[in-house]
């Protein structure tokens, strides 16, 4: 008989120290994941006169909602761009997972004739990138990627990285097995990888689509290269980091703009405001994590059991 | 393969249908600006390309690059040869530097373009700013950018709290008879009388430091922290300087040191707000604190007519600027705002005319400055220029665009604002070393090197927060290391080539 003694742990857990020492570890940790944003917010809504006076604090001397009025008046401009964050975000995650799935199936697939080249051809580019002012090039004249929505999705449909991560995860978790057989049972290659393949490999599309969702999302500097005069296409993240580039070049060239500095530094957004932006950009994307968590979770542990 | 050969030729009879098409219509030149703030011009750039027509034979697109983005766009632009961007702003400070890319062949040379159709350019523009742009280019020396006719003299000057002043018990003469190392009493009864948490002294460091050592930029110098630097003679300023002309590492002048010295000492008595100290937060304090008008003295790099500005009047006191120096003329200045054409252009005549008429007839100026009459501004009484709430839709960086001595006077600067602010600026002396660049190519590495270690220290030593007795000579050592002999000598053997 083997009755379980005081203090006798389970195998399968630690003790009581150690789980407090985890849990120390881990609840400050997610503190100061969360920490700065809630920092963020409270800035968002700390007055002018408060920052200026003390500067940020968790603590302001009088709170505002006068940030959020102004964002709200920037009417149009604000909520055109949120649309199009949202539409790029959107259009371009369900574009690159298909093109991403669509690529690294085949790479996996042993009986591929041409896997060895196309493998070269991805991986090759992670490694040596064309340059700035090539791709400038390419993308705006040949391409045409120039004041339209196509030059904020095209340049990031295709990541060599996810590409390698997809494949590798075909690897993993689809036994060959599983493709003979419903090669033996009639399926066509189409019918192989929507009903067969791709209902096992969905905890790696999740990780594939969140990762594209927030390259999407984050993306600003393809706004600053290739949308010259349609200010109708921006982005969020473009609108807010236009402000802080220019607080950011105002502050380095003053002393050689002199007085139209100090003139052009009238027009910038206040501090709070960048906050408020701040939240707007992200709460959408912090909704959407817990949708793809579930997926990802299982996706770290799938496999894990078996030999 | 006939498929596809048909297919190619099917393509380019398309192609030269379409051109042909074209070539009916007037091509669109289009131009870069700096700085700008405009969210709409329909109706401007409407009222402009009526206006242009006929005189200029194209019609006009305008890129609005804002402060942040302009860097990025016009450097890619002009390397990747766009053909869409026909004009673009340069200057001494931007990405996009005049000398480097004239000399890279990235600007048309112009002069032929201004004997053929510039005479009204010729004749808008002063003799001395077409000097300024002759530089050596691609195509040997010439002029390749139009130079804007704006605030071309620097001078920096003490932005006097007068109300707090007079307060204190001292009239402006009485501040005007003192010299920076006699502000310590003056900062002391401010303190008394104000508070601790009120600092008197509201400084641009870098700028303090050229104002009380009389140092003055040299153009092609490390840009994001001087490191060389000319001295200025301050009673002439065309004449030359108590050193000669010859260029100095600019921290190791005694001036240099009695200055931080005195810093130090007015930082270490509360007199600076610690945050001005810090690169990221210097200028937000500066221009923040500016603005509700808590300060007794401060720093400004003046232009004629700031104290008209909105920026002054809302601070609620009474300001004065009082020079340090009579204005003075220097490369950097004289090259503050130009606008070049790309050499990727394919319309760089209709491009030109448009150019020299911008900078020569004030109805173009006036439109694409300040907007359409009725609907951006409109002529009060006395027929100066009261803007309306959709100016702020429609707000391009005025000394951005060229020649602003042609505008009409607003009714904030007052009647006659531009006649006096022309003859301040034609009365402006010129350095003796002005149209000289340092070609920095030989020495980047040492620039890039230099340019860190003066990143560490020069700003907070400037603002009075390190003690110079330790600091000073640590920082003197590591810029010794790296390399600044070699790069102070490629200067001067430049600068005495220059001078002949």
């Known amino acids: 008989m083997n009755k379980p003694q005081r203090n006798q742990v389970a195998l399968n857990t630690f003790g009581p120290g150690a789980q407090a020492l985890f849990h120390t570890v881990l609840g400050l940790f997610a503190l100061m994941c969360i920490v700065p944003f809630l920092f963020v917010i409270i800035i968002s809504f700390t007055s002018e006169d408060s920052i200026r006076q003390i500067g940020y604090s968790f603590m302001p001397l009088s709170w505002s909602t006068q940030a959020y009025g102004y964002v709200f008046r920037l009417g149009d401009a604000l909520w055109r761009s949120y649309f199009n964050s949202f539409l790029i975000t959107v259009i371009g995650t369900v574009l690159s997972v298909a093109i991403c799935v669509l690529y690294s199936y085949p790479l996996y697939r042993k009986d591929f004739k041409y896997r060895g080249f196309f493998n070269f051809m991805s991986f090759f580019t992670m490694i040596f990138g064309g340059g700035l002012v090539p791709t400038f090039v390419v993308c705006k004249t040949l391409l045409g990627l120039s004041d339209n929505y196509a030059a904020l999705i095209v340049p990031l449909l295709f990541s060599p990285f996810n590409v390698i991560v997809m494949r590798t995860f075909f690897q993993t978790t689809v036994p060959r097995e599983l493709i003979e057989a419903s090669t033996i049972d009639g399926a066509g290659e189409y019918r192989t990888l929507l009903q067969i393949v791709l209902p096992v490999v969905k905890p790696g599309i999740a990780t594939i689509a969140l990762l594209n969702a927030l390259a999407f999302w984050n993306e600003w500097f393809l706004s600053l290269l290739y949308i010259t005069k349609n200010m109708d296409v921006i982005p969020l993240q473009y609108l807010l980091m236009r402000m802080q580039r220019n607080a950011d070049f105002l502050a380095k060239n003053s002393a050689m703009l002199g007085a139209d500095a100090a003139q052009a530094a009238r027009n910038l957004p206040s501090q709070s405001l960048k906050m408020a932006l701040v939240v707007f950009i992200v709460v959408p994307i912090a909704c959407a994590y817990p949708f793809f968590q579930r997926y990802v979770v299982a996706g770290l542990t799938v496999g894990s059991v078996k030999g | ?500």
């Open chain 2, 1 to 500: 393969m006939k498929k596809l050969l048909a297919l190619v030729l099917a393509l380019a009879l398309l192609l030269t249908a379409m051109s042909f098409a074209l070539a009916e219509e007037l091509p669109t030149i289009t131009i870069m600006f700096h700085g700008s703030n405009v969210t709409d011009d329909t109706a401007v750039l409407e009222a402009v390309n009526d206006y242009i027509a006929d005189k200029v034979g194209a019609k006009l697109e305008v890129v609005w690059g804002t402060w942040g983005d302009f860097d990025d766009k016009a450097t890619n632009a002009l390397l990747s040869g766009d053909t869409g961007i026909d004009m673009v702003f340069t200057c001494s400070w931007s990405a996009d530097e005049y000398n480097t890319y004239a000399k890279n062949g990235y600007f048309v040379k112009l002069d032929d373009l201004i004997a053929e159709y510039g005479a009204d350019l010729v004749a808008a523009i002063p003799e001395s700013l077409m000097q300024a742009a002759t530089i050596e280019g691609a195509e040997g020396m010439g002029i390749y950018a139009v130079n804007g006719f704006k605030d071309t003299a620097t001078q920096n000057t003490w932005d006097v709290n007068v109300t707090l002043l007079n307060e204190l018990g001292y009239t402006l003469d009485d501040f005007k008879a003192m010299s920076f190392y006699d502000f310590g009493e003056l900062f002391q009864k401010a303190k008394e009388l104000k508070g601790d948490a009120f600092y008197p002294f509201l400084v641009e460091p870098m700028v303090l430091e050229r104002m009380v050592t009389g140092s003055i930029i040299v153009a092609g110098d490390s840009g994001s922290t001087n490191l060389l630097s000319l001295y200025l003679n301050q009673d002439d300023v065309s004449a030359e300087g108590p050193e000669g002309n010859v260029i100095l590492n600019k921290f190791a002048t005694d001036e240099y040191r009695a200055f931080v010295d005195q810093m130090h000492e007015y930082y270490e008595a509360g007199y600076v707000d610690p945050s001005l100290a810090v690169a990221e937060t210097s200028n937000d304090t500066r221009t923040n604190t500016q603005k509700t008008g808590e300060y007794l003295i401060g720093t400004q790099s003046y232009a004629f007519g700031y104290e008209y500005s909105a920026d002054v009047l809302d601070r609620g006191i009474e300001v004065a600027f009082v020079p340090c120096t009579d204005p003075y003329v220097d490369t950097t200045a004289s090259q503050g705002a130009m606008v070049a054409i790309s050499t990727a252009s394919e319309h760089p005549v209709e491009s030109f005319k448009f150019l020299a008429l911008l900078n020569s007839d004030p109805t173009l100026m006036t439109l694409l400055n300040y907007g359409v009459e009725g609907i951006h501004y409109n002529l009060n009484d006395d027929g100066l220029v009261e803007f309306t709430d959709e100016r702020a839709n429609y707000s391009p960086w005025t000394n951005g665009m060229g020649n602003v001595t042609i505008l009409p006077d607003t009714a904030a600067e007052g009647a006659g604002f531009r006649e006096s602010f022309k003859e301040y600026y034609a009365g402006a002396k010129a350095i003796p070393a002005l149209g000289y660049v340092f070609d920095n190519a030989d020495v980047a590495n040492e620039m890039a090197a230099l340019g860190t270690v003066a990143a560490q220290y020069a700003l907070a030593l400037d603002a009075g927060a390190l003690d110079p007795e330790t600091t000073l000579p640590d920082f003197l050592a590591a810029l010794d290391a790296a390399g600044m002999q070699a790069y102070l000598d490629a200067a001067n053997a430049q600068l005495a080539a220059y001078l002949g």
